[in-house]
């Protein structure tokens, strides 16, 4: 019988794939563990709705961490990121190779080597979708690195101190090809290095130094952005206080064909930390941003509080400036001018936060979560100007109300459910809807491990419908992306997989007239050692 299964799915290899670039998977981890394999979650790397018209991981992060209160609970109370690759140590390398209807070809290498003090990593990848309508087709490619050192908590150096290097480059190219030059094509690059230096294994005493370095270019265009960002740490905690400060500066240099321009954005934070019990914490903080001559000063409080012995009750006022720059727009966005492209500074006021959450041990999470603020310099996108290519607009005093139910079945009898149900209430002062902001979100996966070697899982994406106009007249259909997965472990570190994606065949919109891969049968092989 396993042979029989093993030649219908060599036979499925030859037109399945293993990766694809539809919807939204913020909510979901990028794996999920499965005895000795994982469950792959297809990753969101290209096309993403709008600035700020879902939830962002911040929403769903209390800002304090097991390490500084006793409650139980973890620093992300939605969902732990679990990579099984970089956790199973007896796995040095990984080597993902697929092919299918519209992904061809597709791959993925991946080599670590761990030392005495010291992990080294690396990846390659690269895929192509082709045409599913006339122009849509895309390829990206990419390598990056990173070493890890540390040193012993023991040593009378710098004790448990770590020391990382880490390096980037990839590249895309695709077409404008919903506007009235399809044929339009934009090829990007970006290079990243860093560094750190940082020691957190005593609770009581963390600090850190971070920098990196982003150097993103358009090719065939005059438009270059160059990214120099610092930052720096220190949390001191004792027996029923604590105080700490970080700070952040950015610097933007942009190179475009109307000039250079330069820009440098500080954000720096203080606070005074104070431990009642074991049950209750409590932080005042202030936060001061500044850009240019624009500059704002914001006093924060954060609280956690343990109801019972599995339930705990976050909660936080916490107004923040967040500086976007050129890169994050197009990343949001890749089919956006850049003659919009530049930076914005977005205020986030009388930002307001609650969630409760119940978790068992690390099988069971339950999250119920709100949060309140007013925004201003909120950016938006339309293509009223050119059909296709999508200029910035701005808002201000926008009212966001977010609301999310997240529940995370881990490690189960009957397999892992991580789902998130979410409502997203955006609109200005006169009570017109943001552009390209679904209210409803719903994410789930589910992922279940036969004892034959056969792993089975399933994706739900939906997005409910929006506006994408100012005006609220013109309406993007809702997004539905149910997938199927599966793995077979053929023998020793030889998987071959397969999967169904977007099996409604849903004609789904990020942007207006840029439709997702329809309905793909996909597949490939996993090879590890």
């Known amino acids: 019988m396993k042979k029989i299964i093993a030649v219908i799915l060599l036979f499925s290899s030859a037109v399945f794939a293993q990766r694809e670039n539809a919807g939204q998977s913020i909510e979901l981890p990028d794996f999920v563990i499965t005895g000795t394999q994982s469950v792959v979650i297809p990753e969101m790397e290209k096309k993403k709705p709008p600035v700020l018209s879902i939830m962002s991981d911040d929403f769903f992060r209390p800002v304090f961490s097991s390490?500084?209160?006793?409650?139980?609970?973890?620093?992300?109370?939605?969902?732990?990121?679990?990579?099984?690759?970089?956790?199973?140590?007896?796995?040095?390398?990984?080597l993902i190779l697929g092919a299918g209807l519209f992904t061809l070809p597709t791959g993925d290498f991946y080599f670590n080597q761990g030392f005495n003090n010291a992990l080294i990593r690396s990846h390659v990848w690269g895929s192509k979708i082709i045409d599913y309508e006339e122009y849509s087709g895309d390829n990206e490619s990419g390598i990056s690195g990173s070493a890890d050192f540390f040193l012993s908590s023991k040593s009378n150096f710098l004790p448990g101190m770590k020391i990382s290097v880490n390096g980037n480059y990839s590249r895309d190219s695709y077409y404008f090809f919903a506007s009235d030059t399809p044929w339009l094509k934009r090829e990007t690059e970006l290079t990243t290095a860093g560094f750190?230096?940082?020691?957190?294994?005593?609770?009581?005493?963390?600090?850190?130094?971070?920098?990196?370095?982003?150097?993103?270019?358009?090719?065939?265009?005059?438009?270059?952005?160059?990214?120099?960002?610092?930052?720096?740490?220190?949390?001191?905690?004792?027996?029923?206080f604590g105080v700490g400060a970080d700070i952040n500066i950015l610097n933007q240099k942009l190179f475009k064909s109307t000039g250079s321009s330069?820009?440098?954005?500080?954000?720096?934070?203080?606070?005074?930390?104070?431990?009642?019990?074991?049950?209750?914490?409590?932080?005042?903080?202030?936060?001061?941003s500044k850009l240019d001559t624009i500059s704002k000063i914001s006093p924060q409080v954060n609280a956690a509080v343990k109801l019972e012995k599995n339930l705990s009750f976050f909660g936080e006022y916490k107004?923040?400036?967040?500086?976007?720059?050129?890169?994050?727009?197009?990343?949001?966005?890749?089919?956006?001018?850049?003659?919009?492209?530049?930076?914005?500074?977005?205020?986030?006021?009388?930002?307001?936060?609650f969630i409760i959450k119940y978790e068992h041990e690390r099988f069971l999470g339950i999250d119920l979560g709100i949060s309140f603020s007013t925004?201003?310099?909120?950016?938006?996108?339309?293509?009223?100007?050119?059909?296709?290519?999508?200029?910035?607009?701005?808002?201000?005093?926008?009212?966001?109300?977010?609301?999310?139910?997240?529940?995370?079945?881990?490690?189960?009898?009957?397999?892992?459910?991580?789902?998130?149900?979410?409502?997203?209430?955006?609109?200005?002062?006169?009570?017109?809807?943001?552009?390209?902001?679904?209210?409803?979100?719903?994410?789930?996966l589910y992922g279940f491990d036969l004892s034959s070697g056969i792993n089975l899982s399933a994706r739900l994406n939906y997005f409910s419908s929006s506006y994408s106009d100012y005006k609220n007249e013109k309406n993007i259909p809702s997004y539905i992306d149910l997938s199927f997965y599966l793995k077979y472990n053929l023998f020793g570190g030889l998987i071959i997989t397969g999967a169904i994606e977007n099996i409604l065949n849903k004609d789904n919109f990020i942007y207006k007239g840029y439709k997702e891969k329809p309905f793909d049968i996909i597949g490939g092989i996993e090879y590890r050692w």
Do not use: C, W
């Not at 150097?215 to 220190?234: R, S, V």
């Not at 107004?319 to 727009?329: G, K, R």
């Open 67 to 94: 390490e500084q209160i006793n409650l139980n609970t973890s620093s992300n109370p939605v969902r732990r990121e679990v990579d099984l690759f970089e956790s199973a140590v007896s796995n040095a390398g990984l």
């Open 196 to 240: 750190e230096l940082s020691s957190r294994h005593d609770n009581s005493l963390k600090y850190g130094i971070i920098g990196k370095g982003d150097f993103f270019n358009i090719k065939n265009n005059i438009f270059k952005e160059n990214k120099y960002n610092g930052k720096a740490f220190l949390n001191m905690y004792f027996s029923k």
């Open 262 to 288: 330069s820009y440098t954005f500080y954000d720096t934070d203080a606070y005074f930390l104070f431990d009642a019990s074991n049950s209750f914490l409590i932080k005042f903080g202030i936060n001061y």
């Open 319 to 353: 107004p923040y400036s967040e500086f976007m720059t050129a890169q994050d727009l197009l990343r949001e966005n890749r089919y956006l001018s850049e003659n919009g492209a530049e930076n914005i500074l977005i205020r986030n006021k009388n930002v307001s936060k």
């Open 375 to 444: 925004i201003d310099n909120l950016p938006f996108f339309s293509d009223d100007i050119s059909r296709g290519k999508f200029e910035i607009n701005l808002a201000d005093d926008v009212k966001d109300f977010k609301a999310f139910l997240k529940l995370d079945f881990h490690g189960g009898p009957l397999g892992d459910f991580y789902g998130n149900v979410s409502y997203n209430y955006l609109k200005d002062s006169d009570g017109m809807e943001i552009p390209y902001n679904s209210p409803f979100h719903i994410s789930a």
